[in-house]
T-cell receptor, first 113, second 116 residues
Framework: DAMVIQNPRYQVTQFGKPVTLSCSQT?????MYWYQQKSSQAPKLLFH???????NEADTPDNFQSRRPNTSFCFLDIRSPGLGDAAMYLC????????????FGPGTRLTVT | AQKITQTQPGMFVQEKEAVTLDCTYD???????LFWYKQPSSGEMIFLIY??????QNATEGRYSLNFQKARKSANLVISASQLGDSAMYFC?????????????FGKGTLLTVNP
């Protein structure tokens, strides 16, 4: 089945220790997104790619970076995680027109100790 | 001003009954789309239903229907014949404007609990 896959599902990292979260898709969608979702809140868009074009949200901290080496894969790098970065990180893809619906992966729950 | 407003932080419904989750939106664009997503406790966001601003008929997908009232800027989700598995957080979202905008704005969500 075509899908969005995120690895790992659970990640524990230490304060200040870089961490990378992975997302892959078999949907062949042009657009990929990274969201941060904290407990009982709506997902917050960090950035998205249209093909290789990177679009950063204005309020995304510099601590968060992303790479998309090819259509299928996208990575979220947190260079120096703080306690406030503990959250669920959701990857999504979109097929664009006409409806632009986004398909989400299962998420990676990040704990910072 | 919030672009998507979900005024019900929590809702309760008896199994097999219908429930309406409210969503109002704010946009000056003529072209936009409205979405509903379900998020169970496992965390995955599941796409439920979509309504385009130019769609004349209300969208339906199985037990889900979207009550679209354009003049009132509301896009309420109706779940018929609720099941225990419908217990989850539900998010309303909007995409505004033209073809180059691929972003969704989410509301704060409504936590639905289905009672047996």
């Amino acid at each position: 089945d075509a899908m969005v896959i995120q690895n790992p599902r659970y990640q524990v990292t230490q304060f200040g220790k870089p961490v990378t979260l992975s997302c892959s898709q078999t949907l062949n969608h042009n657009v990929m997104y990274w969201y941060q979702q904290k407990s009982s809140q709506a997902p917050k868009l960090l950035f998205h790619y249209y093909d290789k074009d990177f679009n950063n949200e204005a309020d995304t901290p510099d601590n968060f970076q992303s790479r998309r080496p090819n259509t299928s894969f996208c990575f979220l790098d947190i260079r120096s995680p703080g306690l406030g970065d503990a959250a669920m990180y959701l990857c999504a893809t979109s097929r664009g027109p006409p409806s632009y619906e986004q398909y989400f992966g299962p998420g990676t729950r990040l704990t910072v100790t | 001003a919030q672009k998507i407003t979900q005024t019900q932080p929590g809702m309760f419904v008896q199994e097999k009954e219908a429930v309406t989750l409210d969503c109002t939106y704010d946009t000056s664009d003529q072209s936009y789309g409205l979405f509903w997503y379900k998020q169970p406790s496992s965390g995955e966001m599941i796409f439920l239903i979509y309504q385009g601003s130019y769609d004349e008929q209300n969208a339906t997908e199985g037990r889900y229907s979207l009550n679209f009232q354009k003049a009132r800027k509301s896009a309420n989700l109706v779940i018929s014949a609720s099941q225990l598995g419908d217990s989850a957080m539900y998010f309303c979202a909007m995409r505004e404007g033209g073809g180059s905008n691929y972003k969704l704005t989410f509301g704060k969500g409504t936590l639905l609990t289905v009672n047996p």
